[in-house]
C-alpha cells in the first residue's frame, strides 16, 4: 500500500496519478474510439448474474454491475463471514473498472490493463466480518446510501462537463488542467466509498460527503 493511500482513514481509497507528460492529442481525439473493445470487455464482466458449474456444484452468483453482492450479504448476516476469494474478486474488478473510468475520462493515457495497477491506485481494507461488520446492516446499506446516490448522480453531470472542457484543454495543451483533474478524481473516491459501504460491504462507516483523501 502506497503512503499517500495509508494515510486515508476510511478504508476505501482511491489516488490516480496526475499525468506529468503532455499526452498524445491524436489519442486523445479519437480516445472513445480507443476505449471501445476494453468498455466491451468491461461489460462481459459486469453484465449481471450467472452460474458456473464446479465440480458437482452448481454456484449461483448474483451480482451488481459483476460485483458479489446478495452471497456476501447473506453469509454476513448468518454466518458473519466475508469469504476471502468473493472479497479479492470484488476488489479486483472495481481496480479494473476504474482503470477503464480513469482511461475513458481522459485522467490517464495509458490502455487500462487487466491485471496490473498501473497509475490508478485504489485499496479496500479486508473486513474481520465478526468484529467489523454488523450483522443486520448490510440489509440496509442500499437504502441509507440514497443521499449519495443524489449526490453523486448530480455531480455526474458536472464531471461529464469537466471531461469535455479537459477534451479541448488536452487538444490544444497536451494537458489535462490539474483542478479540473482533482475535481473529476474526487468523484471518484467519492463514488469508491459509497460503493464499498453499501455494495461491497466491506465497512460499516458511513462514506463522508467528501473529494477529500
Known amino acids: ?9 476510511y478504508p476505501a481509497r ?11 492529442r491524436v489519442r486523445v481525439l479519437f480516445r472513445p474510439l480507443l476505449a471501445l473493445p476494453i468498455i466491451v470487455l468491461l461489460g462481459v464482466l459486469t453484465g449481471g448474474g450467472g452460474g458456473q458449474q464446479s465440480d458437482d456444484l452448481l454456484v449461483v ?5 459483476g460485483v458479489i453482492v446478495l452471497p456476501v450479504l447473506l453469509m454476513i448476516v448468518f454466518r458473519r463471514k466475508y469469504p476471502r476469494w468473493w472479497f479479492d474478486w ?11 473510468g480513469a482511461y475513458f475520462l481522459l485522467l ?17 481494507d479486508y473486513p ?13 446499506k442500499w437504502l441509507l446510501a440514497i443521499p449519495h ?8 453531470v458536472m464531471v461529464v462537463a469537466i471531461t469535455v472542457i479537459a477534451w479541448f484543454a488536452i487538444l490544444f495543451t497536451g494537458r489535462y488542467p490539474r483542478e479540473l483533474f482533482d475535481i473529476v478524481v474526487g468523484w471518484s473516491r467519492w463514488a469508491l466509498r459509497v460503493s464499498a459501504y453499501a455494495f461491497l460491504l466491506t465497512t460499516d462507516r458511513y462514506p463522508p460527503f467528501s473529494f477529500d483523501e
Open 14 to 24: 482511491l489516488r490516480v496519478d496526475y499525468p506529468e507528460e503532455q499526452q498524445d
Open 90 to 100: 470484488n476488489l479486483e474488478l472495481t481496480r479494473f473498472s476504474n482503470r477503464v
Open 128 to 140: 474481520d466480518a465478526e468484529q467489523d461488520l454488523s450483522r443486520w446492516l448490510p440489509l440496509v
Open 108 to 124: 490517464r493515457e495509458e490502455y487500462p490493463a487487466t491485471d496490473a495497477e498501473q497509475s490508478v491506485h485504489i485499496e479496500i
Open 149 to 156: 446516490y443524489v449526490v453523486l448522480i448530480v455531480l455526474a
Open 61 to 65: 452468483v448474483v451480482s451488481s454491475g
Open 1 to 9: 500500500m502506497s503512503a499517500d493511500l495509508a494515510r486515508s482513514t
